[in-house]
């Protein structure tokens, strides 16, 4: 059997972790990728990250999680108690104190008590959850640039933080070997983060799903109350599909589509996206799709993208 990426990220979508050992079990030049999968989610041996053991120890935990979740599919909200009992007892966090403060995960043990420990030893600690899941973003180096962005309807000079020396990048990079992961995120600040390591800066993957697609999300914070994750990912989604030149981009998101999950944005909008091009295309099949077709699907997105605007201003007060 020969390896096809495009399966094993299938696997990956679907949080199928036994389902990636089977099948890269069957391909002979990923042997050393599937033993690799065996030792840290069959055999929990968890590599050591850097020189520090008080940041390994740390990051342990945050593994086991990701192995407790996606691996022996422990409930979320179990797997989340369980890793704040972890750090609880790593960081010694005493008993009144949690009593007292009646400490949670997000909002207080990580950001109280994991975060400041990284960034002491000279990292920059982004927690939180993804999609759903918890996971840190963080990195050792950073510097800034700026760039010029067009949208639709908008053409801005935007600052983007370029992150390199990451350590930990989320849950997805994890479960997948770093095959896939997050690329940036928009922050709260208004600048867009990159991971370096992720990107070519004169491609157009960079120009188009990462500085655009994050611009779009900039554009609706600064615009709308309280934007929902779907409908942000959607209108990202649609400005990807608006510039971009590679049909394989529309059809990753109809791969990928998934409704049974609400905490998870990202595929609840490519589940939109796919049900609207099937719409529109009326007969045809994405998979059907070849690259003559994405002027008009450049086109369709466009046009979702207009009909957008007015759905988000009758569900949303603007700022």
């Known amino acids: 059997m020969e390896y096809n990426k495009i399966e094993f990220l299938r696997y990956i979508s679907n949080h199928d972790i036994k389902g990636v050992i089977n ?45 407790n979740v996606f691996y022996l599919k422990i409930d979320r909200n179990i797997a989340t108690a369980t890793m704040t009992q972890d750090f609880i007892e790593i960081l010694n966090i005493d008993q009144e104190v949690l009593e007292i403060e009646n400490l949670n995960f997000d909002d207080d043990i990580e950001d109280k008590y994991v975060r400041p420990i990284f960034e002491k ?5 982004l927690g939180g959850d993804t999609s ?73 993957i960079f120009q188009v799903s990462l500085l655009k697609h994050e611009a779009q999300h900039i554009l609706d914070n600064k615009t709308y109350q309280d934007m929902e994750t779907a409908d ?11 510039y971009s030149n590679d049909i394989e981009m529309l059809k990753g998101f109809a791969r990928d589509a998934r409704n049974d999950d609400e905490t998870n944005g990202h595929q609840i909008s490519q589940y939109k996206i796919k049900n609207e091009f099937e719409k529109e295309l009326a007969t045809r099949k994405i998979d059907a799709l070849s690259d003559n077709d994405i002027t008009e699907v450049n086109k369709i997105a466009e046009e979702l993208y207009v009909k957008s605007n007015n759905e988000m201003d009758k569900k949303y007060e603007r700022k």
């Not at 990728?33 to 520090?52: A, G, I």
């Not at 030893?121 to 600690?125: R, V």
């Open 232 to 242: 942000l990912e959607y209108r990202a989604k649609l400005i990807e599909l608006i």
């Open 132 to 204: 759903g899941f918890y996971g840190p973003y963080i990195w050792q180096d950073s510097y800034l640039k700026t760039f010029d962005v067009e949208l639709p309807f908008s053409h801005e000079e935007y600052t983007i933080r370029i992150n390199s020396g990451f350590i930990s990048n989320s849950w997805l990079d994890f479960i997948s070997q770093g095959v896939t992961g997050t690329g940036g995120w928009a922050g709260k600040d208004g600048i867009i983060n990159c991971n370096a390591g992720k990107y070519d800066f004169e491609g157009g």
């Open 23 to 67: 099948y890269l079990q069957q391909i002979p030049e990923k042997q050393e990728e599937y033993k690799r999968y065996v030792s840290v989610f069959e055999s929990e041996q968890y590599e050591d990250l850097t020189d520090n053991q008080e940041l390994n120890d740390l990051l342990k935990v945050y593994h086991k999680y990701y192995r």
């Open 121 to 125: 030893n000279g990292y920059s600690f």
